[in-house]
């Protein structure tokens, strides 16, 4: 097997690129990454504002969900810490794992006090970690040795390059909407893209999974978003 000699991080990242077009199941992980970015994870950088606004909590509380929210992230981690060796994770559990999160988010929203919050924090939480984590063991699982550092490098650029956008997209929708609708509309596409994923996997392997298939799903779920304060 020939390794091919790239010099320089650009020229590392666009080996890593191109290894992952060549690769059906890694393109598709990579997407999923963006999605969960966009629609599951976005109430993160929200939580400030949330527990101001929405519970009338000030930093005493907020220090309190924080808490809970590190409960159900060391939770996370914890499980797929014991399913190491036991069980392999694949598209359709990191798939599971999005949905289930992005539902926890959505009750989150719906919360009417701090109280209520507290369960459903801990749940986004605890599938937050367990899905990222997965991600990685998926993806180091599949790439070859030498060209792991560059598709993780990929991988890593698009957790930061889609973070921030989810932050801003969201940010935008709530001064419209209102930070609870905001982030209820953006959980349920991610519920929705899980569950059409999850649809679609039920009747083709993941393996032949082609990247169209999550973008169309993605931009279904996208415009669904933008359209639903018309």
């Known amino acids: 097997r020939s390794i091919l000699v790239a010099s320089g991080p650009w020229a590392h990242l666009a080996e890593g690129v191109r290894y992952v077009a060549s690769q059906p199941r890694l393109r598709v992980q990579m997407l999923l990454m963006g999605a969960s970015m966009l629609l599951a994870w976005t109430y993160t950088g929200m939580l400030p504002a949330?527990?101001?606004?929405?519970?009338?909590?000030?930093?005493?509380?907020?220090?309190?969900?924080?808490?809970?929210?590190?409960?159900?992230?060391?939770?996370?981690?914890?499980?797929?810490?014991?399913?190491?060796?036991?069980?392999?994770?694949?598209?359709?559990?990191?798939?599971?794992?999005?949905g289930l999160g992005a539902l926890s988010v959505t009750c989150l929203t719906l919360a009417p006090v701090a109280l209520w919050a507290a369960l459903p924090l801990m749940l986004a939480a605890f599938f937050q970690v367990a899905f990222m984590a997965s991600s990685n063991t998926v993806l180091q699982a599949e790439v070859?040795?030498?060209?792991?550092?560059?598709?993780?490098?990929?991988?890593?650029l698009v957790f930061g390059a889609t973070a921030p956008l989810g932050?801003?997209?969201?940010?935008?929708?709530?001064?419209?909407?209102?930070?609870?609708?905001?982030?209820?509309?953006?959980?349920?596409?991610?519920?929705?893209?899980?569950?059409?994923?999850?649809?679609?996997?039920?009747?083709?392997?993941?393996?032949?999974?082609?990247?169209?298939?999550?973008?169309?799903?993605?931009?279904?779920?996208?415009?669904?978003?933008?359209?639903?304060?018309?």
């Open 50 to 98: 949330l527990t101001r606004d929405a519970y009338g909590l000030a930093e005493r509380g907020y220090g309190l969900l924080m808490g809970l929210s590190g409960v159900g992230a060391l939770a996370g981690a914890l499980w797929v810490s014991g399913r190491a060796g036991h069980a392999e994770a694949d598209l359709r559990l990191l798939v599971r794992l999005m």
């Open 144 to 156: 070859p040795e030498h060209l792991r550092g560059r598709v993780m490098g990929l991988w890593v």
């Open 167 to 230: 932050n801003v997209l969201i940010g935008a929708l709530a001064e419209r909407v209102g930070l609870r609708p905001a982030l209820s509309v953006t959980s349920l596409g991610g519920v929705l893209v899980a569950l059409v994923l999850l649809v679609v996997a039920w009747l083709r392997p993941p393996a032949t999974w082609h990247p169209r298939v999550l973008g169309a799903v993605l931009a279904a779920a996208f415009a669904i978003k933008e359209t639903s304060f018309i």
